[in-house]
């Protein structure tokens, strides 16, 4: 009996983390996502990264990034977000690892000085196999898929999880509607305040048992399995464009947030001038 509760003790935590590392996984692609914001005009694109820039903003699909160092090389990747992202704004880029995010900022000397010596690989130029294969043999995230197409798969018959009904009201807000939005979750030192997009709005949709939610350029993940996560939710509110505090809230959140690349949620021309 004892080897038993242990073996579902450890399936109900492999089940947890699986789940976790799913929505992490479509977290990094709603943050690409989130970066790109209207401004009123562009900014210029640093002449010596010009080549990199081409070879990053080319073509579509996923494609690699290799930077070498004194260890040996360091092996990101990226999509046709935050291509998109860096087409229309090239101060900085989207690397990722696993299911991790790097904003290599243009106006951090280093992170430039990588960009400089990288080298961008696309699907069916030599050594894309190879990378591919390292990329995800070291990837301990399941949901990280290689990106060299493979045969199409039979549909699943899994049926849709079913939503948590104590949720109701959050999930309906949460997923009602399109743009950013802000979510405020009180506590104890006053409120957290996240932002999140289409692309997280549409996860849930599939899948409500979890909310992708950001501060800045970091994601953060609420498993409604988790009772402080559900707890927090239960409690958070949600605020769209053009309802009361919506700008004050957009305000702060790009007031407290050092990430050039994360734009005000309020277009350009609609945001109130500056005395």
């Known amino acids: 009996m004892k080897s038993m509760q242990q073996r579902q003790r450890t399936g109900a935590r492999a089940n947890k983390e699986a789940y976790v590392k799913k929505i992490a996984f479509g977290a990094v692609v709603a943050l690409s996502l989130t970066l790109g914001?209207?401004?009123a005009q562009q900014p210029a694109a640093d002449a010596d990264l010009a080549n990199f820039r081409n070879a990053y903003t080319a073509g579509d699909g996923l494609a690699y990034v290799v930077v070498p160092d004194e260890k040996g090389e360091r092996i990101y990747r990226y999509g046709d977000?935050?291509?998109?992202?860096?087409?229309k704004d090239p101060r900085g880029y989207m690397l990722f690892t696993c299911n991790s995010p790097h904003?290599?900022?243009?106006?951090?000397?280093?992170?430039?000085?990588?960009?400089?010596?990288?080298?961008?690989?696309?699907?069916?130029?030599?050594?894309f196999a190879d990378l591919d294969s390292?990329?995800?043999?070291?990837?301990k995230n399941p949901l990280v898929k290689s990106a060299v197409p493979a045969a199409p798969a039979a549909p699943s018959a899994t049926q849709p999880a079913a939503g948590d009904p104590e949720l109701a009201n959050f999930r309906t807000a949460?997923?009602?509607?399109?743009?950013?939005?802000?979510?405020?979750?009180?506590d104890e030192k006053g409120d957290r305040i996240y932002r999140y997009g289409d692309a997280a709005r549409q996860a849930a949709k599939k899948d409500p048992r979890g909310y992708m939610l950001f501060t800045c350029n970091s994601p953060h993940v609420f498993v409604v399995q988790d009772a402080k996560a559900k707890a927090d939710?239960?409690?958070?509110k949600v605020v769209k464009a053009g309802e009361p505090t919506f700008a004050d809230l957009d305000a702060k959140y790009i007031g407290n947030c050092k990430n050039p690349l994360v734009k005000s949620a309020i277009p350009a021309e609609k945001a109130p001038a500056k005395k």
């Open 134 to 139: 390292k990329y995800v043999s070291t990837c």
């Open 37 to 39: 914001a209207a401004h």
């Open 103 to 127: 904003v290599f900022v243009v106006q951090d000397p280093k992170a430039k000085a990588d960009l400089m010596k990288a080298k961008v690989v696309k699907a069916g130029e030599p050594g």
């Open 174 to 186: 949460y997923t009602a509607g399109d743009g950013l939005a802000y979510v405020v979750i009180p």
């Open 233 to 236: 939710l239960l409690k958070a």
């Open 81 to 87: 977000a935050s291509r998109q992202a860096a087409k």
